[in-house]
């Protein structure tokens, strides 16, 4: 009676961790203990014989909820079964010969490709029925627009966003970090967006790990996996990283894999990619087929998942976090220890309940490690005085807080609606770089100044000089801090509409965005914020999604009277006598309409920004991502094997250096 009261807690708890994570894309618990809970379930479903409906071990990927067009799978797409163990590795290998690859942690995606085009690309889901998210696919950097085989083509792969690109998109997107905690929940939220357009922003990039068929199949395409991860390159694919093994090189070749992930390339560059483990599968494609599957593995495949670096050290301090919902997260701060190549001291413990289940008290020797090689987590805590008790009141406002409990989660929440640590976070935004760039607003700064009561609303920033009693005496203020904050802030007084517009942290308007916008309506702020869902779905980038999300915002009360406040204490540049000017440079410019993408390094411009601020200047565009509709790739690496190449010469895209773009600024063609 007890173990199938322990198998329906079980059963409970890690469904509601798993909707969380695949569905919502957001974490209740850290990864080693639901694998720990995971594999307790298991073996208390193999000793009794029962396994109760909704059982995890029963289910693939996550369960389809979303808006989407849902879509049934020809064949069942299999989750891995998985070991730890090199050992076990080797065993399952046995006399054959194998493919070994990275298993990347995104969102699995099925591509059908037909008369050489992309016809349709659906999510894993639930294994049985996914998501269509063929427009979406489209957007991808690196996925071929069109392929030579001209037949039906099938193919899986990996939609991920590198850890780079992962904190560029954090820092363009207002509140990313409140929504995004790691690359695989950004890449899953941007693949299964409404709007096309907001994936394309996102970076998202595939990574084909199987050929599921070709009709006919290609010559030697079906024989074995190495020839079809050949074959998959030649249409212009990326795949993932793959070598073929056997029982002499399968432990040189997991650990020069696990070397590469956990410490970077050779050379120092760092793995930009992000994996959980390895894959191996019977490279010949016939003994596999008569291996058949289980329920919910297929037999010729398995997964290795590399067995967590931990470290023993002291907890010193159970930091409480308050967020812009409202909710106070725990932080474990301890010791600092090493940890997958890089020292640590701060882990999150993500909610109430992990810090009662882990009976954490100050002094208490634990075991940390990094998820993922990541993210820093506590695994288990030796000690275990169970002394932690939550904050009765915020320790932001001093408002009473109250545990909440849904789904048998507590987590821990300021009651006060007006709790200023609420709105850190949309300082923070509206101070950086894209923004109002004001250097020396850090958000520790921001802190300080909230806590103090000095910050209420956005427009309280331009009055922090009222202040100076108060912030000169702050910790790590003085006179002349003070002055260059002050002085910093009053240049970010005089703001042009697409900065001010990005710095309001509106969902989805970034930089890139909110140019557009400004454009599009004549640099008039008032012709902006009045703009209509139709007038803003016509804007380049934009489309109805976000334009409904942009007219709710600026039509929300609170908002307005923000807007408003903020309106009192900025100016506006005159962006028409600017855009005028701009447009009579551009007249007989070489470049003027055209689209250019930027990738690799610079030797004659500061940076990209400053490449970019030129060719606008000259009445040409910039883009992100090389597509059908861009014109240039700059690249002064021009022969490298980049994505952005590869794109480029599939599209017949032109790829200069910076010199040959300077020779185009004096020259009609090149």
């Not at 209740?28 to 720990?36: A, K, T, V």
């Not at 990996?158 to 363009?172: Q, S």
């Not at 970010?492 to 990005?502: G, I, P, Q």
Request: with cysteine; aromatic share 8%.
């Amino acid at each position: 009676m007890e173990t199938m009261q322990r198998q329906r807690e079980l059963t409970a708890q890690l469904a509601n961790a798993a909707r969380a994570y695949y569905d919502e894309d957001r974490e209740i618990m850290p990864n080693i203990e639901y694998d720990r809970l995971y594999d307790e379930l298991a073996a208390l479903e193999a000793r009794t014989g029962v396994v109760l409906a909704g059982s995890p071990t029963q289910k693939v990927g996550y369960e389809v909820s979303s808006a989407l067009v849902k879509q049934d799978h020809p064949a069942p797409m299999l989750s891995l079964n998985k070991t730890k163990s090199a050992d076990d590795l080797a065993a399952w290998l046995g006399g054959q010969k194998a493919v070994l690859s990275y298993k990347l942690d995104g969102l699995t995606v099925a591509l059908t490709y037909e008369g050489g085009a992309l016809a349709s690309a659906v999510t894993r889901g639930n294994g049985v029925t996914g998501e269509v998210v063929t427009g979406n696919a489209r957007t991808f950097g690196n996925l071929p627009a069109r392929i030579p085989y001209q037949g039906r083509l099938a193919l899986r792969g990996e939609a991920v966003i590198t850890y780079p690109d992962f904190e560029k998109v954090n820092a363009e997107i207002g509140d990313a970090d409140a929504l995004f905690k790691n690359p695989r929940n950004l890449a899953s939220g941007s693949v299964r967006q409404l709007d096309p357009a907001v994936t394309a922003r996102r970076r998202v990039r595939f990574y084909a790990f199987a050929l599921v068929s070709a009709d006919p199949e290609e010559d030697g395409a079906g024989s074995s996996r190495m020839a079809q991860f050949a074959f998959l390159q030649e249409q212009g694919f990326e795949t993932v990283e793959y070598t073929l093994v056997d029982a002499a090189t399968l432990q040189d070749a997991v650990g020069r894999f696990t070397a590469r992930a956990r410490h970077g390339q050779e050379g120092g560059a760092p793995f930009d990619l992000p994996v959980d483990g390895l894959v191996l599968e019977y490279d010949d494609l016939a003994y596999s087929a008569t291996l058949g599957a289980t329920a919910k593995y297929p037999r010729d495949a398995i997964a290795f998942k590399w067995a967590d670096e931990e470290a023993e050290t002291t907890l010193r301090e159970i930091e409480w976090s308050a967020s812009r919902t409202g909710l106070i997260n725990p932080i474990a701060v301890f010791d600092p220890v090493p940890l997958e190549g890089t020292t640590v001291a701060r882990a999150s413990v993500h909610n109430l309940s992990i810090v009662y289940e882990l009976a954490l008290g100050i002094g208490d020797r634990i075991k940390v490690y990094k998820a993922n090689m990541i993210i820093p987590q506590i695994s288990e805590n030796l000690t275990r005085s169970g002394t932690a008790r939550p904050p009765e009141t915020c320790p932001v406002c001093g408002a009473p807080t109250e545990v909440k409990d849904a789904e048998g989660v507590k987590t821990l929440y300021c009651t006060n609606p007006a709790c200023p640590a609420r709105h850190l976070k949309a300082f923070a935004h509206f101070a950086s770089r894209p923004a109002l760039n004001i250097e020396g607003l850090s958000e520790q700064t921001l802190e300080k100044f909230i806590a103090a009561g000095l910050l209420h609303g956005l427009a309280d920033v331009f009055r922090l000089k009222d202040h100076k009693d108060a912030i000169v005496v702050m910790d790590g203020f003085g006179e002349r801090s003070f002055e260059n904050l002050t002085a910093a802030i009053e240049a970010a007084r005089t703001v042009t509409c697409a900065r001010l517009l990005t710095a309001l942290g509106i969902p989805e308007v970034g930089a890139s965005t909110a140019k557009e916008i400004a454009r599009a309506f004549g640099y008039d702020w008032n012709n902006i914020a009045g703009a209509g869902v139709d007038a803003l779905s016509a804007v380049d980038g934009v489309g109805p999604v976000i334009a409904q999300r942009f007219t709710w915002w600026f039509g929300d009360p609170g908002n307005k009277a923000a807007v408003a406040d903020l309106l009192a204490e900025v100016r506006f540049r005159d962006e028409k006598a600017a855009a005028a000017a701009q447009a009579a440079a551009a007249q007989g410019s070489p470049v003027a309409g055209k689209t250019f993408v930027i990738t690799g390094s610079l030797t004659g411009y500061e940076n990209r920004d400053a490449l970019k601020e030129k060719i606008e200047s000259l009445g040409g565009k910039t883009a992100s991502a090389v597509s059908a509709k861009t014109d240039y790739l700059i690249n002064n690496d021009a022969t490298s094997g980049s994505s952005k190449n590869k794109k480029a010469k599939e599209l017949g895209i032109k790829i200069i250096t910076e010199a040959e773009f300077e020779a185009l600024l004096n020259s009609s063609s090149i």
